[in-house]
Nanobody, 122 residues
Framework: QVQLAESGGGLVQAGGSMNLSCAFTGRAFGSFGMGWFRQAPGKEREFVATTTWTGRTAYYADSVKGRFTISRDNAKNMVYLQMTSLKPEDTAVYYC???????????????WGQGTQVTVSS
């Protein structure tokens, strides 16, 4: 049984930085593509970033490209999202996800964490 648990959310001022972590428990972390998605109040869940099994390749939403970095540590079963130059529009619940491949489509992911709130004040 795969379980994901996000941590690291909170309140930050615009222009600041925040690091999110996601702990993976279950089988064969190294065989999963990993992703981060977010959902703001009244909006649909949207893609943020994804990385391949090895972590060598990553893809980002245009809205976060150049500001966010996804990474993973297969030895520790962890995936991270480093967020810089945060904007109020980045405010959302951030979800960690695991699937067979990396993808920007939430339907491709089989496992999801509970989410962590990120609030960026102006």
């Amino acid at each position: 049984q795969v379980q994901l648990a996000e941590s690291g959310g909170g309140l930050v001022q615009a222009g600041g930085s925040m690091n999110l972590s996601c702990a993976f428990t279950g089988r064969a972390f190294g065989s999963f593509g990993m992703g981060w998605f977010r959902q703001a109040p009244g909006k649909e869940r949207e893609f943020v970033a994804t990385t391949t099994w090895t972590g060598r390749t990553a893809y980002y939403a245009d809205s976060v490209k150049g500001r966010f970095t996804i990474s993973r540590d297969n030895a520790k079963n962890m995936v991270y999202l480093q967020m810089t130059s945060l904007k109020p529009e980045d405010t959302a619940v951030y979800y960690c996800s695991a699937g067979e491949f990396e993808s920007d489509d939430a339907r491709e992911y089989s496992y999801w964490g509970q989410g962590t709130q990120v609030t960026v004040s102006s």
